[in-house]
């Protein structure tokens, strides 16, 4: 393991000693170990012995993998007593709270759980044994272990990833309640846990049996109850309280380009049971509630199950920024691994058959790999005529010729289609009120024909692509007389589902899906990396330095396959002649500035225009920055450690790393001023896995080796010309 040690015969001042603590603490490559850990290397860079295992101890069930410990007390009912976090020893519980909650016809019955807590500020190992269970609650009868089952079918053939997985490794808990209250009998509560190998990540969520003979009403449920200690003393109010270290988002997600804007289920509660806090009004955040704000009030009828959303709970052993955000994509990279899917695209403005071709042409040249009709082409999938259809098939079957894959938009939000169609506020009792203005209802019989339609669309045409935008299912729609909803309280989870369930089934046609939404979890392979869309009409030098501020703040949480970002080569939303490429031998180093820093960061963008090229000299631009790219296509796909955001001022940068290849990083460097730049630059290269001395490859083949410091970070001198890049490649 490599962990900086202090040598104890040294002879330091109590001062100096507390100072080199402090240091090696706030470094990203080291930890605090707690005793008797298991911990033997750092699963950000190796994740080999952390194995998932679910171990039976008496009266306790345990979740294990060396990185995280969950422990299920199961008699005389069953209740998390510890959930801790072994890289840091910290334990994330101060109390005990049921383990669901559910709400059947109207009336909330807890899921396991004990009581008898005198204090609930912190726990105490033996009072555990003194708690009894709660006999109007959901009661433990048996559990299930297996291995975890894949949540949809992926496995592409067609196009790049870097997956080492279709399905993650692991173990799957199954604790199974049953009630003896006769209004709930033969209805069966099952809390699911997940234990992932290689990450300290759980995840939960609850279904559903109905084994009885009369229907019941899910009116709501509370899939996770979590009692972890405060992180703030504050007595008076508080407009924002600090959250435990670890990140919690559910595959519940939509309405937003980050996991923070789009997470709907996650909420922070304050605790009634918890008298002895500090704050005056007992209204400190401390609870964490995995539910729906509405609903579902879901019919489930006898004989069939129904299941909540999944909540994933990643410890974090570090407050570091990059560390914390590498941790989160990992988890992408692990329960999305469609996610990393990354073709390179175009995106064509026109469905004209002879410019489509000489599109398809242009990207056989010059090493592109696949075609998106983009809005405003003409395309309409939902035209399921013979003619229409048969045109786009001609098409598709033209670039599968010539091995590329075509694939087109479709809108769905953010227009109206009728009255009795769109969404119903809740307010007013009328169309309107939804995220953007009008919309339809998916769960609407014109919705569900929609997805019909576009299902039929790619089937027939044999489209390798859906470039989706919609269906946003965070409008609640109030109407009652929409076919597959009852009203306002299950109309968000139904559109979820009706969503996910098409993005499942894009998943198994192997269809690539972009989304500018957060469906990552239920089969999205990408969203916007996080602009605002005027932008891209301002001139073209301050679309430049802005779309690297794009990239550097769009791949803290998201990997490079994950996003999207944007190239107007034609006129987008105003801005002229100033602010697009075309013709493109104009404006070759434009061109060649947005591809650098796109290709250089592993970000796809949207290459919106009629072509790729318009001369010999624009061809052979494209050509290079496409063939720099796929020679390093594996590192340049890999995580990003952000040096320096673009401020106009100075050099920025960021560099990819990758410990488990043979080039272990990639610098890109900018320049944005009039001057040439002649720096020493700091590279933080810990998660490279280098240890003690590195070779610094250059475009022109020069090598040159350079000593890591103590902190694994390495001194180079860099010259970036003016208004320009430089790039070299760590081995």
Same mark, same amino acid.
């Given at each position: 393991?490599?962990?900086?040690?202090?040598?104890?015969?040294?002879?330091?001042?109590?001062?100096?000693?507390?100072?080199?603590?402090?240091?090696?603490?706030?470094?990203?490559?080291?930890?605090?170990?707690?005793?008797?850990?298991?911990?033997?290397?750092?699963?950000?860079?190796?994740?080999?012995?952390?194995?998932?295992?679910?171990?039976?101890?008496?009266?306790?069930?345990?979740?294990?993998?060396?990185?995280?410990?969950?422990?299920?007390?199961?008699?005389?009912?069953?209740?998390?007593?510890?959930?801790?976090?072994?890289?840091?020893?910290?334990?994330?519980?101060?109390?005990?709270?049921?383990?669901?909650?559910?709400?059947?016809?109207?009336?909330?019955?807890?899921?396991?759980?004990?009581?008898?807590?005198?204090?609930?500020?912190?726990?105490?190992?033996?009072?555990?044994?003194?708690?009894?269970?709660?006999?109007?609650?959901?009661?433990?009868?048996?559990?299930?272990?297996?291995?975890?089952?894949?949540?949809?079918?992926?496995?592409?053939?067609?196009?790049?990833?870097?997956?080492?997985?279709?399905?993650?490794?692991?173990?799957?808990?199954?604790?199974?309640?049953?009630?003896?209250?006769?209004?709930?009998?033969?209805?069966?509560?099952?809390?699911?846990?997940?234990?992932?190998?290689?990450?300290?990540?759980?995840?939960?969520?609850?279904?559903?049996?109905?084994?009885?003979?009369?229907?019941?009403?899910?009116?709501?449920?509370?899939?996770?109850?979590?009692?972890?200690?405060?992180?703030?003393?504050?007595?008076?109010?508080?407009?924002?309280?600090?959250?435990?270290?670890?990140?919690?988002?559910?595959?519940?997600?939509?309405?937003?380009?980050?996991?923070?804007?789009?997470?709907?289920?996650?909420?922070?509660?304050?605790?009634?049971?918890?008298?002895?806090?500090?704050?005056?009004?007992?209204?400190?955040?401390?609870?964490?509630?995995?539910?729906?704000?509405?609903?579902?009030?879901?019919?489930?009828?006898?004989?069939?199950?129904?299941?909540?959303?999944?909540?994933?709970?990643?410890?974090?052993?570090?407050?570091?920024?990059?560390?914390?955000?590498?941790?989160?994509?990992?988890?992408?990279?692990?329960?999305?691994?469609?996610?990393?899917?990354?073709?390179?695209?175009?995106?064509?403005?026109?469905?004209?058959?002879?410019?489509?071709?000489?599109?398809?042409?242009?990207?056989?040249?010059?090493?592109?790999?696949?075609?998106?009709?983009?809005?405003?082409?003409?395309?309409?999938?939902?035209?399921?005529?013979?003619?229409?259809?048969?045109?786009?098939?001609?098409?598709?079957?033209?670039?599968?010729?010539?091995?590329?894959?075509?694939?087109?938009?479709?809108?769905?939000?953010?227009?109206?289609?009728?009255?009795?169609?769109?969404?119903?506020?809740?307010?007013?009792?009328?169309?309107?009120?939804?995220?953007?203005?009008?919309?339809?209802?998916?769960?609407?019989?014109?919705?569900?024909?929609?997805?019909?339609?576009?299902?039929?669309?790619?089937?027939?045409?044999?489209?390798?692509?859906?470039?989706?935008?919609?269906?946003?299912?965070?409008?609640?729609?109030?109407?009652?007389?929409?076919?597959?909803?009852?009203?306002?309280?299950?109309?968000?989870? /139904? #559109?979820?589902?009706?969503? $996910?369930?098409?993005?499942?089934? @894009?998943?198994?046609?192997? =269809?690539? !899906?972009?989304? %500018? *939404?957060?469906?990552?979890?239920?089969?999205?392979?990408?969203?916007?990396?996080?602009?605002?869309?005027?932008?891209?009409?301002?001139?073209?030098?301050?679309?430049?330095?802005?779309?690297?501020?794009?990239?550097?703040?769009?791949?803290?949480?998201?990997?490079?396959?994950?996003?999207?970002?944007?190239?107007?080569?034609?006129?987008?939303?105003?801005?002229?002649?100033?602010?697009?490429?075309?013709?493109?031998?104009?404006?070759?180093?434009?061109?060649?500035?947005?591809?650098?820093?796109?290709?250089?960061?592993?970000?796809?963008?949207?290459?919106?225009?009629?072509?790729?090229?318009?001369?010999?000299?624009?061809?052979?631009?494209?050509? /290079? #920055?496409?063939?720099?790219? $796929?020679?390093?296509?594996?590192? @340049?796909?890999?995580?990003? =450690?952000? !040096?320096?955001? %673009? *401020?106009?001022?100075?050099?920025?940068?960021?560099?990819?790393?990758?410990?488990?290849?043979?080039?272990?990083?990639?610098?890109?460097?900018?320049?944005?001023?009039?001057?040439?730049?002649?720096?020493?630059?700091?590279?933080?290269?810990?998660?490279?896995?280098?240890?003690?001395?590195?070779?610094?490859?250059?475009?022109?083949?020069?090598?040159?080796?350079?000593?890591?410091?103590?902190?694994?970070?390495?001194?180079?001198?860099?010259?970036?010309?003016?208004?320009?890049?430089?790039?070299?490649?760590?081995?």
């Amino acid at each position: 393991m490599r962990i900086l040690t202090l040598n104890l015969k040294l002879k330091l001042t109590e001062n100096m000693l507390k100072s080199h603590v402090l240091t090696i603490l706030l470094t990203a490559s080291t930890f605090c170990f707690a005793q008797n850990t298991k911990v033997s290397t750092d699963w950000l860079l190796n994740t080999n012995g952390f194995t998932a295992e679910v171990i039976e101890k008496g009266k306790n069930i345990v979740l294990d993998n060396g990185l995280v410990h969950r422990t299920i007390r199961i008699a005389p009912n069953a209740a998390t007593v510890e959930f801790k976090n072994i890289t840091t020893g910290e334990s994330m519980l101060r109390s005990i709270k049921p383990e669901a909650e559910v709400s059947i016809n109207g009336k909330a019955y807890a899921v396991g759980g004990l009581l008898g807590l005198k204090e609930h500020g912190y726990l105490l190992e033996e009072w555990i044994d003194d708690l009894t269970a709660d006999p109007n609650a959901f009661q433990y009868v048996k559990h299930h272990v297996s291995e975890i089952k894949p949540k949809l079918n992926w496995n592409t053939k067609k196009r790049y990833h870097t997956a080492k997985n279709t399905v993650p490794k692991g173990k799957e808990l199954i604790l199974q309640f049953e009630h003896s209250a006769e209004e709930v009998q033969g209805v069966l509560v099952n809390v699911h846990y997940e234990i992932y190998d290689g990450i300290p990540l759980v995840s939960k969520w609850i279904s559903i049996e109905n084994t009885s003979n009369a229907k019941i009403e899910i009116t709501g449920f509370k899939s996770e109850i979590l009692a972890f200690p405060e992180l703030e003393n504050f007595v008076e109010p508080s407009k924002r309280w600090r959250r435990p270290n670890m990140h919690v988002e559910s595959d519940y997600s939509f309405g937003g380009f980050s996991s923070e804007e789009s997470e709907t289920s996650i909420f922070w509660e304050y605790d009634p049971e918890y008298t002895s806090q500090v704050n005056w009004l007992m209204k400190t955040e401390c609870l964490l509630v995995s539910k729906l704000e509405v609903g579902p009030n879901v019919t489930l009828a006898p004989n069939s199950t129904f299941e909540s959303f999944h909540t994933y709970e990643l410890l974090q052993d570090s407050s570091a920024r990059e560390r914390s955000s590498l941790g989160t994509r990992k988890m992408y990279r692990l329960l999305a691994p469609w996610s990393t899917e990354n073709p390179i695209f175009m995106h064509l403005t026109t469905t004209d058959p002879k410019k489509v071709k000489n599109a398809i042409d242009q990207c056989v040249d010059t090493g592109y790999e696949m075609v998106i009709l983009s809005f405003g082409s003409g395309l309409n999938m939902e035209d399921n005529s013979q003619k229409n259809i048969q045109k786009f098939k001609r098409l598709a079957d033209y670039a599968h010729s010539k091995g590329i894959e075509l694939g087109g938009y479709s809108l769905f939000s953010s227009r109206k289609i009728s009255d009795s169609v769109d969404v119903i506020d809740k307010e007013t009792g009328k169309p309107g009120g939804a995220k953007f203005g009008n919309a339809p209802c998916l769960a609407s019989e014109w919705g569900h024909g929609y997805l019909e339609k576009i299902k039929h669309f790619l089937d027939k045409t044999g489209f390798d692509l859906l470039e989706h935008d919609g269906p946003y299912p965070g409008d609640y729609c109030a109407s009652t007389n929409h076919k597959y909803h009852k009203g306002y309280e299950d109309s968000q989870w /139904e #559109q979820w589902n009706m969503t $996910k369930d098409f993005y499942h089934w @894009l998943k198994e046609k192997d =269809i690539y !899906l972009n989304a %500018p *939404d957060f469906y990552y979890l239920q089969g999205s392979n990408k969203c916007g990396i996080g602009y605002r869309e005027v932008n891209w009409s301002l001139p073209r030098e301050q679309q430049i330095i802005l779309g690297r501020q794009n990239i550097y703040d769009g791949t803290w949480e998201k990997t490079p396959s994950m996003a999207w970002t944007f190239v107007p080569l034609t006129e987008y939303h105003g801005g002229g002649a100033e602010a697009t490429l075309e013709p493109l031998n104009d404006h070759l180093d434009s061109y060649r500035a947005h591809m650098a820093q796109n290709y250089g960061s592993g970000v796809q963008a949207c290459y919106r225009g009629p072509r790729l090229y318009d001369t010999e000299a624009t061809k052979k631009l494209v050509i /290079e #920055q496409i063939s720099h790219y $796929k020679k390093y296509r594996d590192l @340049l796909n890999s995580d990003i =450690i952000h !040096l320096r955001r %673009p *401020d106009g001022r100075f050099w920025d940068g960021f560099m990819h790393v990758n410990p488990q290849s043979n080039d272990k990083g990639l610098v890109m460097l900018f320049n944005p001023t009039s001057k040439m730049i002649k720096e020493k630059v700091k590279l933080p290269l810990y998660y490279t896995g280098l240890e003690d001395e590195i070779s610094i490859l250059d475009k022109d083949g020069n090598s040159r080796k350079v000593k890591l410091n103590r902190d694994f970070d390495a001194m180079v001198e860099v010259s970036i010309p003016a208004k320009n890049y430089m790039w070299f490649v760590i081995r």
